[in-house]
């Protein structure tokens, strides 16, 4: 994700969620879960994002606590891969939407009431 292109998007997301990259991380969760269907780790969205797993997890245990992830069990003990399961698609749908810059071409703000009449 490009910097320049991310920082509408980032500044929404803090004014929404208190954490500039609480909507870049939940936008990729989607991704990486294929819309929800397979199990992903802090590291696969990590890398998908750019950031350091260290501001990711952060992010990924708030979405778990809210019930929009489920962490699943780990396979091999406490040191082995952490993998979450989206529980909320329609959630981390809402929250990656709420985060984005609106067009342009959309009546937002003063002009949008302005123009019910």
């Not at 004014?15 to 609480?22: I, S, Y």
């Not at 990924?60 to 399961?85: M, T």
């Amino acid at each position: 994700m490009s910097a320049a292109n991310g920082e509408p998007r980032r500044g929404r997301s803090a004014a929404l969620f208190n954490n500039r990259h609480f909507a870049d991380v939940a936008a990729v969760a989607l991704e990486v879960s294929k819309d929800c269907t397979a199990t992903f780790t802090t590291r696969m969205v990590a890398s998908s994002t750019g950031l350091a797993d260290s501001v990711v997890r952060p992010v990924l245990h708030r979405l778990v606590d809210a019930d929009v992830l489920s962490k699943l069990p780990r396979a091999g003990g406490g040191r082995s891969a952490q993998y979450y399961q989206v529980l909320e698609g329609t959630a981390l749908e809402t929250i990656r939407d709420l985060a984005r810059p609106a067009d342009a071409d959309e009546p937002t703000g003063a002009s949008a009431r302005g123009s019910r009449g």
